[in-house]
């Protein structure tokens, strides 16, 4: 009953078949998508440096009539502050000028087939699950040099130099092989954030030692309260950086940026080992292992409902919950107490670090324009405006003076000054070296969940570390502090 | 002539179709096994041919041979699982009702239970995905949990337990993969011609001896055609994997599956070229896959 030319029904889900597998689960297609480049030598090696104009009121010598291009991570910070600040303050300044205006959520998805094919953006916001390799990026000189920035006079005072009106950190963070090339806007204070209200109502003091924070932690589990806890899903990685401050803190910086540097045996460290079981310890009496399938938005409303006292994680947190927030409650930020009576930083130090990547293309129509508009958002002005679009701080100093701070603000503020100079650094790697960093909020949830012992969490960093210290095709970089 | 007519017909139908499968499908592959032979890391505008050397470093890569060890447990359990309950659903939908008239019927209300099971294959695997985030959340709010902890027992943490992850996010696949597999073995059954059964029941054939004797057999290409796909989707698992349990093999590596890594790998860690080579991995284990099923249970077709 079959001739040649039908097609049966079992033959064409046959065929279906047949066709199916080919096509397959796509992964396979999922990196081929833009080597049109292929087998092309570049030109000419690119500089990224920019020529700097001699007139001070346009110190990088912008083009007033040439369109620039701003994309904007639309993440936590919303994209208004670009869009109805930066950007106008931008061409007021240069009257006839357009700013093209670009908000996304996939940096790296919607930017690498660009920066491949070499029409670029002039200004990137690059942050976000998907943000771009900036060493990578550097690597293909794709960065411009910011030296001329942080050397223009400043917007607000044109006798001091734009390096001078911000916080160190940001000079320190700029660097990529070497080389300024990145600048971070914002600051943010990381330790254990607690509601201050509910503090004042039960009459309970902060924890200096690790003895009085186990002791409120009986307390509080008479009151069915959890003394800690962090997101096991999503946000495992704020308790990696909770534990690596708190090394810190007891062994000194020295500890993290041995870490950042690759050191042999940084991770084997004792710092490192203390702060890990101190952490289990507190896990497995005072917290509860259901948060461990719980993921940051879930733990971080159980912290509203007051089910648990303190939370790892930084100042945007409270604009972060601003929305779900009760009245009764008030973040307020809390050092972590002293784990060892030697710890080499005294109770109130607590991490100040800076954040939020802003780069210019070098090969970009108009890095000039770029410069410039990054000198802007680094204005009094623009950084006043970012605070109170977002709430949260800029690296510009005395930026937020004059502004009514949210209770939160005002106590990284006051933490900051008891801190005075022991301020926690930040660990680069989670830039540097991803793949390290992935591992690293993995292996945290193993050892918090005591599935491995402090001792086996340090061995099998220190493993994975030295893989990526051997792996040539990972660019290193070094800190010196 | 007659022939260059016939073939020149569907020639002028398939030209669109082969044009846009090859753009879009054939040459991203060929491009990935270019790709899979350098050290791209996506930003570079010139490749650099590096041999085998990713090939080489992937046969010693652990994480490699735990998605392995992980696409083996779906391999076998998924298809087996999925196949056999939707045979069960789809027998007792057409053919469990017995004789009744001229022809089998299915039991009772079984157009209602056809909708039914075909949900699940409706919604979008994210969709999915987030459904069974709060069936298997951890705490007392979750669907599962929340019953458990009504009767008395400790909840369990069926995503966050490193012998339970890979197992719930299995139950969530043979869940979604069912309602389809039984409007495939429906349409198979509809197509046996009903003298057979009836000649069978007037033999004295109960329902068990109906449903081994002469739906299975004359089944057999379908369940073939069901089997290569669900064991495709065990190569697969992204989406679901990646909503359930996250991008790190959570926990402790119990979920770790190749298209999350070839994802991970190119575009978090920037080693295009290393994500290349598992990528063409996975083609040749899908391949052989498909070809091995086809060949092993290949014999003589059945005209109806």
């Not at chain 2, 899979?36 to 010693?60: A, C, P, Q, V």
Request: hydrophobic fraction near 45%; aromatic fraction near 12%.
């Amino acid at each position: 009953m079959t001739h040649p030319g039908e097609i049966t029904r079992r033959e064409l889900l046959r065929r279906i078949g047949l066709t199916a597998f080919v096509a397959g689960p796509g992964a396979g297609l999922l990196s081929a998508c833009a080597t049109s480049g292929a087998g092309d030598e570049p030109t000419s090696t690119p500089t990224g440096s920019i020529a700097v104009s001699a007139d001070p009121k346009n110190p990088f010598g912008v083009d007033a009539k040439k369109p620039l291009e701003v994309t904007i991570f639309s993440g936590g910070y919303g994209d208004a502050y670009a869009k109805d600040l930066h950007e106008k303050m931008y061409e007021k300044r240069f009257p006839g000028a357009t700013v093209k205006h670009n908000a996304t959520q996939q940096i790296g998805t919607q930017l690498r087939p660009r920066f491949v094919s070499g029409d670029v953006p002039d200004v990137v916001n690059n942050s976000g699950p998907e943000a771009l390799d900036l060493a990578a990026m550097a690597g293909e000189g794709q960065l411009a040099d910011l030296t001329a920035l942080f050397d223009a006079p400043s917007l607000d005072d044109p006798s001091k130099k734009v390096r001078d009106t911000v916080t160190p950190a940001v000079l320190d963070n700029a660097k990529i092989d070497g080389k300024d090339l990145v600048l971070n806007y914002t600051v943010s204070h990381r330790a254990l954030w607690y509601n201050a209200k509910l503090f004042a109502d039960k009459g309970w003091a902060l924890p200096k030692t690790w003895a009085e924070f186990k002791a409120l932690g009986d307390t509080a589990k008479k009151e069915g309260i959890l003394l800690f806890a962090y997101p096991g899903q999503k946000g495992p990685y704020y308790q990696l950086w909770n534990a690596l401050y708190t090394a810190a803190k007891i062994g000194g910086n020295q500890v993290l940026i041995d870490i950042d540097n690759l050191v042999d045996n940084a991770w084997n460290a004792e710092p490192v080992k203390q702060s890990v079981t101190a952490w289990v310890e507190i896990q497995t009496l005072y917290s509860d292992k259901a948060y461990f399938g719980l993921d940051h938005t879930q733990t971080q409303v159980k912290q509203l409902q007051n089910k648990l006292l303190f939370y790892p994680v930084g100042s945007w947190i409270e604009n972060e919950m601003a929305k779900d927030k009760p009245k009764d409650f008030e973040y307020a930020i809390a050092p972590i107490p002293d784990v060892t009576a030697a710890d080499k930083m005294p109770y109130g130090a607590i991490q100040v670090g800076v954040g939020e990547n802003f780069f210019v293309s070098a090969k970009g129509k108009n890095p000039q324009g770029g410069l410039e508009y990054l000198r802007i958002m680094l204005s009094k002005e623009g950084a006043k405006g970012f605070t109170e679009k977002t709430l949260n701080l800029t690296v510009v100093n005395g930026a937020a003076e004059g502004l009514d701070l949210t209770p939160g603000l005002k106590s990284a503020a006051k933490a900051q000054d008891a801190a005075g100079q022991n301020i926690i650094t930040d660990a680069r790697f989670e830039g540097w070296y991803k793949e390290l960093f992935d591992y690293g909020t993995q292996q945290i949830n193993v050892v918090m969940a005591g599935r491995i012992t402090p001792e086996k969490f340090c061995q099998n960093m220190q493993k994975k570390a030295d893989a990526i210290k051997k792996d040539s095709s990972v660019v290193k970089q070094t800190r010196s502090n | 002539m007659e022939r260059l007519r016939k073939y020149g017909f569907v020639a002028a139908f398939l030209a669109v179709p082969v044009a846009l499968y090859s753009v879009f499908v054939i040459s991203p592959y060929i491009q990935a096994f270019q790709i899979s032979l350098t050290d791209w890391n996506g930003y570079k505008s010139r490749l650099h041919y590096i041999g085998l050397d990713n090939f080489t470093r992937l046969f010693g890569d652990e994480v490699f041979w735990r998605a392995l060890r992980n696409h083996g447990i779906l391999l076998l359990v998924l298809p087996l699982v999925t196949v056999v309950i939707a045979l069960f659903f789809a027998f007792l939908l057409n053919l469990g009702g017995g004789t009744r008239g001229a022809g089998m019927k299915g039991i009772w209300g079984s157009r209602f239970y056809r909708v039914v099971f075909f949900f699940p294959q409706v919604l979008a695997v994210a969709v999915v995905g987030v459904l069974f985030k709060a069936v298997y959340r951890p705490d007392e709010s979750g669907v599962i949990n929340g019953a458990l902890v009504k009767l008395g027992l400790d909840p369990v943490g069926w995503l966050v337990e490193p012998n339970l992850a890979l197992w719930a996010i299995l139950a969530v696949m043979i869940w979604q993969a069912v309602g389809f597999y039984v409007v495939l073995f429906s349409a198979g059954m509809a197509a046996i011609p009903k003298d057979y059964f009836e000649a069978a029941a007037l033999d004295g054939a109960g329902r068990a001896r109906l449903f081994f004797s002469i739906t299975l057999p004359l089944l057999r290409d379908t369940i073939q055609v069901g089997w290569v796909y669900l064991g495709i989707a065990a190569f697969d698992g992204f989406a679901l994997i990646l909503v359930l349990a996250g991008d790190k093999g959570e926990p402790d590596g119990a979920t770790t599956v190749l298209p999350v890594e070839i994802w991970k790998t190119a575009f978090t860690y920037s080693k295009v070229g290393y994500a290349s080579a598992m990528g063409v991995v996975l083609f040749f284990l899908t391949v052989t896959f498909a070809v091995l099923t086809l060949r092993t249970t290949r014999r003589e077709r059945i005209e109806l």
